[in-house]
């Protein structure tokens, strides 16, 4: 299963972005779809996710600011952010646990860089 993100680039402080993740490859029912990001030095940490059932978590940072949505029809899932901070900066990872039909499985995606300038 494959993850490809979209989306990342360059903003003010106090501006927005959509990021975007589609998931391609055997896929037979997709569970989880969320967002992490890693800033440099930093360990990776939940942004955002949504289960099948389009409950949504969100890290404490960014509630009130970032929306998760999924298009599961297209097995896909984008992160709205408004609001930006600088510490907001960081490699942006879409991740998605499914069952490919016959296995459990978890994939990343490549990352999209997030810079967000005062």
């Known amino acids: 299963v494959q993850l490809v993100e979209s989306g990342g680039g360059f903003v003010q402080a106090g501006g927005s972005l959509l990021l975007s993740c589609t998931a391609s490859g055997n896929i037979a029912a997709i569970y989880t779809m969320g967002w992490h990001r890693q800033a440099p030095g930093k360990e990776r940490e939940l942004v955002a996710s949504?289960?099948?059932?389009?409950?949504?978590n969100y890290a404490d940072s960014v509630k009130g600011r970032f929306t998760i949505s999924r298009d599961n029809g297209n097995k896909a899932v984008h992160l709205q952010m408004n609001r930006l901070k600088v510490e907001d900066t960081a490699v942006y990872y879409c991740l998605a646990t499914y069952n490919d039909g016959g296995r459990f499985g978890r994939s990343w995606g490549q990352g999209t860089q997030v810079t967000v300038d005062s």
């Open positions: 949504s289960n099948r059932n389009n409950s949504t």
